[in-house]
């Protein structure tokens, strides 16, 4: 009899058999149903896997686990996404090389990521530090070189004054932060590696509507690729050529009172008046130092200077004064506007300052300030009476190109990924700088590129990687001349490193191609990934171009990657979200070493809805782990009768109504109520006057296997199933046992709708309580408070009344 639950005993006698049967290593070549499932791979930070890494890895898994049981073979790899700037600066703040520290934090989530039982094949991991990795994040570069996708350009990027290296626009938040410091972003003016992304801009944004992701995930990607649609405009000047702008409201030309160019436009100066030269010059110079420093004036910026020179309506004929001013940015449209002040905020702002006119063209402003809603053309000629934007959109852009003033054009926000970081912990750039030959390729024969071991890695924050320091790295011939050159010193973007990880899990071990092709053929591309939403606009942008490229210079047959995706949510403490400063991170290892990791998974799995923000309580893990025991003494039941116990008509129902919830939930990542649906089972089973049925532990440990995966292992075993649990065949709920007798009873807290539940027709009110009591949603909404009164319509609804 079963007395305790010697978690560690059990997890570690699990874990061992299937490390020694090769439990979860896939034959890739001989799989009759492949089934790729794809989790983001961690970056091994010193303080080791924190419970948001384990909540996602536990979702996925389960995920996976599921698929297996249903006839796929399911492969399930895990790796390390191990360079990068976060990396390097903690190994800076500790005083420790980071090729030391990221070895030994590799070895410590490696530990932990065993301890959680997942079914990751081990024997296809990657490791983005080793060379027999990164030789061919070296190759995806020379490829997309060759290829025309990557070249070199001087202009202005990104800076991060704290990390000392440029960032990529995508890195940048939206108030001008690091993404990874949440330093002031700066700017600089660098040569610099960038990869063509744009070439599919147009690509990149049709495919979101046939892809089976997640639509907020899709809608970051929309936003982000920023699609435009609007006019080409040539505004007269006289004597000089015409000054163009883009506009995405045309139909408000009418309205445009005067233009304003970005201060480093490459027309500013050509248009000053001579008498302003030099006022627009020192305008101009304090622009340039704002933007460096990071103090550039934000959109409602009403900073600027006339020029002292009007362009032409073209529409009006009238003549309106050009301004430079920070408010426009050279690098979007064509770093020059047309400012209508009526209709649009940061126009009118300057307007107010400078004490320009505004004209109202779109009627329906009933209320002080600019309006940019829809409405009617007013004070536009013979266009008034147009419904704006469109049909009045359309029909002044007609105007402006039958005129020879404009063009119908579509821009668009994303522009090229810059991937040259000036720091030490990360891959080589394999490029060669010869004085006779210009910038030359390092031969594929002499990859990889090896990042040599330098004692002192500081940045410099000069725009030079510290392999700048090492002239025997840096030192070198040109191969095609022979004569003396100088390596590149920058590295490559970690994102580059990631952006094509889940081609090589499969051909991990093979040193002779980055990836196979009859392997990629067959298990490409990804059937599920799980990952995080705050990648959107990064590694998953990246890695569908990277496949774009890649299937257009035909090393691939697909130009997607990943065939379904799905966002998982984010844990929480109290409400905010983890962090060192705020005192709230919690590492799992305390728990799996006090629950162990089946009742931690299953915690983790029960806090609510799977794709949503969830609130870790340090008390909750204790109801998972009481359900782990009563399931053990249900066990000892059923092992103690010495005579096999026929099933009661009224168990079999509750067992296959349990298989059918927990059949259509699991797929759905709807894991909370999967879980809940058992527990109300097991329940259902301890309160069953008589002998506990086998046939109920036995689908029991099939549909706890997924989620309990060492527990469900104990049962099946015990039972005397033939290993592996996880090799079974996933039950089927015999609906013909099944009642329609469900219904939806709706939990209430003082009085407002905050969850429901279905359970069987007739629930006593005591059992429909707890089940409102423990649902995850009605416990977050609780925040510990006992309810003063709980009123329960049997059938219909749960009310829980609290103090106050």
């Given at each position: 009899m079963t007395s305790t639950y010697d978690h560690r005993a059990l997890e570690a006698k699990w874990q061992a058999r299937w490390q020694e049967t090769g439990l979860d290593e896939v034959d890739l070549v001989g799989a009759r149903k492949p089934y790729y499932n794809l989790m983001m791979f961690p970056y091994p930070s010193a303080e080791g896997l924190h419970v948001g890494n384990m909540f996602a890895f536990s979702g996925a898994d389960a995920h996976g686990r599921f698929e297996r049981m249903r006839g796929f073979d399911v492969f399930e790899p895990i790796g390390f996404d191990a360079f990068g700037i976060h990396s390097e600066n903690f190994a800076l703040k500790v005083g420790r090389h980071p090729r030391e520290l990221i070895a030994t934090n590799v070895t410590r989530f490696r530990e932990q990521l065993m301890r959680l039982g997942a079914q990751f094949d081990w024997s296809k991991t990657v490791d983005t530090t080793d060379p027999a990795y990164y030789r061919w994040t070296q190759w995806l570069f020379l490829t997309l070189w060759k290829g025309g996708f990557a070249y070199r350009a001087r202009?202005?990027?990104?800076?991060?004054?704290?990390?000392?290296?440029?960032?990529?626009?995508?890195?940048?938040?939206?108030?001008?932060?690091?993404?990874?410091?949440?330093?002031?972003?700066?700017?600089?003016?660098?040569?610099?590696?960038?990869?063509?992304?744009?070439?599919?801009?147009?690509?990149?944004?049709?495919?979101?509507?046939?892809?089976?992701?997640?639509?907020?995930?899709?809608?970051?990607?929309?936003?982000?690729?920023?699609?435009?649609?609007?006019?080409?405009?040539?505004?007269?000047?006289?004597?000089?050529?015409?000054?163009?702008?883009?506009?995405?409201?045309?139909?408000?030309?009418?309205?445009?009172?005067?233009?304003?160019?970005?201060?480093?436009?490459?027309?500013?100066?050509?248009?000053?008046?001579?008498?302003?030269?030099?006022?627009?010059?020192?305008?101009?110079?304090?622009?340039?130092?704002?933007?460096?420093?990071?103090?550039?004036?934000?959109?409602?910026?009403?900073?600027?200077?006339?020029?002292?020179?009007?362009?032409?309506?073209?529409?009006?004929?009238?003549?309106?004064?050009?301004?430079?001013?920070?408010?426009?940015?050279?690098?979007?449209?064509?770093?020059?506007i047309m400012a209508v002040p009526a209709h649009d905020q940061r126009d009118h702002s300057f307007a107010l300052q400078h004490h320009l006119p505004e004209i109202e063209v779109v009627s329906g402003n009933d209320s002080p300030g600019p309006h940019g809603g829809t409405g009617a053309l007013i004070n536009s000629a013979q266009f008034n009476g147009l419904k704006a934007p469109e049909p009045a959109r359309e029909v002044i852009t007609a105007a402006l190109v039958e005129a020879g003033f404009g063009q119908a054009h579509i821009t668009y926000k994303l522009r090229d990924w810059g991937i040259s970081r000036q720091r030490y912990w990360g891959c080589p750039i394999p490029a060669?700088?010869?004085?006779?030959?210009?910038?030359?390729?390092?031969?594929?024969?002499?990859?990889?590129?090896?990042?040599?071991?330098?004692?002192?890695?500081?940045?410099?924050?000069?725009?030079?990687?510290?392999?700048?320091?090492?002239?025997?790295?840096?030192?070198?011939?040109?191969?095609?001349?022979?004569?003396?050159?100088?390596?590149?010193?920058?590295?490559?973007?970690?994102?580059?490193?990631?952006?094509?990880?889940?081609?090589?899990?499969?051909?991990?071990?093979?040193?002779?191609?980055?990836?196979?092709?009859?392997?990629?053929?067959?298990?490409?591309p990804v059937t599920y990934y799980d990952g995080g939403n705050e990648h959107a606009v990064l590694h998953l942008l990246y890695s569908r171009f990277v496949t774009m490229a890649l299937e257009q210079l035909g090393y691939l047959d697909f130009d997607e990657p990943f065939t379904q995706f799905r966002a998982h949510g984010m844990i929480v403490m109290g409400g905010a979200k983890m962090s060192k400063s705020r005192g709230n991170v919690v590492v799992p290892d305390e728990y799996i070493a006090r629950f162990g990791a089946d009742a931690f998974r299953l915690y983790l799995l029960y806090l609510?809805?799977?794709?949503?923000?969830?609130?870790?309580?340090?008390t909750g893990i204790n109801g998972p782990h009481r359900f782990i025991i009563q399931v053990l003494r249900l066990l000892d039941q059923v092992e103690a009768e010495s005579m096999a116990t026929p099933e009661p008509a009224n168990l079999a129902r509750a067992r296959h109504r349990c298989i059918r919830q927990v059949t259509v939930d699991t797929p759905e990542r709807k894991y909370n109520t999967a879980i809940a649906a058992m527990m109300i089972f097991v329940k259902r089973l301890r309160e069953h006057d008589g002998p506990v049925p086998k046939a109920a532990l036995e689908t029991l440990a099939l549909l706890l296997a997924p989620y309990c995966p060492h527990l469900a292992e104990e049962i099946w075993e015990r039972l005397g199933g033939a290993y592996s649990v996880h090799q079974q065949p996933w039950p089927d709920a015999d609906e013909s046992l099944i009642e329609d007798d469900e219904v939806v009873v709706v939990i209430c807290i003082n009085g407002k709708k905050r969850d429901q539940i279905l359970v069987p027709a007739g629930t006593d009110a005591e059992t429909l309580e707890h089940s409102a009591l423990a649902l995850p949603r009605i416990q977050q909404w609780l925040e510990g408070r006992k309810p003063e009164r709980i009123f329960v319509i049997p059938d219909r609804q749960v009310n829980l009344v609290l103090p106050g």
């Open positions: 202009r202005n990027v990104k800076w991060c004054p704290q990390d000392l290296t440029v960032l990529a626009d995508e890195q940048v938040l939206a108030d001008g932060t690091c993404e990874r410091c949440g330093a002031q972003v700066t700017e600089r003016e660098l040569e610099q590696w960038f990869l063509r992304i744009t070439a599919f801009t147009e690509r990149l944004l049709a495919n979101l509507d046939g892809l089976d992701w997640s639509e907020n995930t899709k809608l970051l990607q929309r936003h982000w690729i920023g699609r435009s649609q609007g006019a080409l405009i040539d505004f007269p000047i006289e004597g000089k050529a015409p000054l163009r702008v883009f506009s995405t409201r045309p139909d408000t030309i009418f309205g445009a009172t005067f233009m304003v160019l970005a201060p480093d436009h490459q027309r500013t100066l050509e248009l000053t008046a001579p008498a302003v030269q030099a006022t627009v010059a020192e305008f101009i110079e304090e622009a340039a130092r704002r933007r460096i420093s990071g103090q550039r004036g934000d959109e409602s910026s009403t900073q600027g200077v006339a020029l002292g020179s009007d362009a032409i309506n073209p529409l009006t004929g009238k003549p309106i004064p050009i301004f430079p001013s920070d408010y426009v940015l050279s690098g979007y449209g064509t770093g020059a060669i700088h010869c004085p006779t030959c210009g910038v030359v390729p390092v031969p594929e024969k002499d990859l990889p590129v090896l990042l040599p071991y330098i004692e002192d890695f500081r940045p410099l924050g000069t725009g030079e990687s510290p392999l700048a320091r090492d002239p025997e790295f840096f030192r070198t011939t040109c191969p095609q001349c022979g004569g003396d050159a100088r390596r590149d010193t920058d590295v490559s973007d970690t994102f580059l490193d990631s952006s094509w990880y889940y081609l090589r899990y499969p051909s991990a071990d093979r040193d002779d191609v980055p990836f196979d092709p009859a392997l990629t053929r067959k298990w490409l609510g809805p799977y794709p949503e923000t969830l609130n870790f309580v340090d």
